[in-house]
């Protein structure tokens, strides 16, 4: 999953910054303990003025994001048209596939489910 994140990325000419982190309690953490557990890895994105009242982000970061998960769910067999960066009608069923697939809450939504 991590290198496929890291060709996918590096394919888009998009810069990757990883990072590891020991006791931290995320979402992603949780997700991996429950059950049988499920590969994963954390995507995000900058965020500028975190936790004040306007969290500014740009509307690119957001959408190279997007790119990079429609480029990872084609490339698993989960088909959601060209990587356009737009979550459209066919991203969004891609992941309710690969949701499905994995035994998780088919919503949709790219998250902590």
Sequence with gaps: MVRLTEDTAKALGMPLQRSAQLGVLTDLAYVQLEGRGVMSVDLGFPIRYSHSPCEVVDLTDLERLTELVQ???????????????????KTESAVKSYQKAKGLSADGIVGNN
Excluded at 71 to 89: H, P, Q, T, V, W
């Design 71 to 89: 480029r990872m769910l084609n490339e698993k067999g989960y088909a959601c048209g060209s990587a356009d960066g737009i979550f459209g009608a």
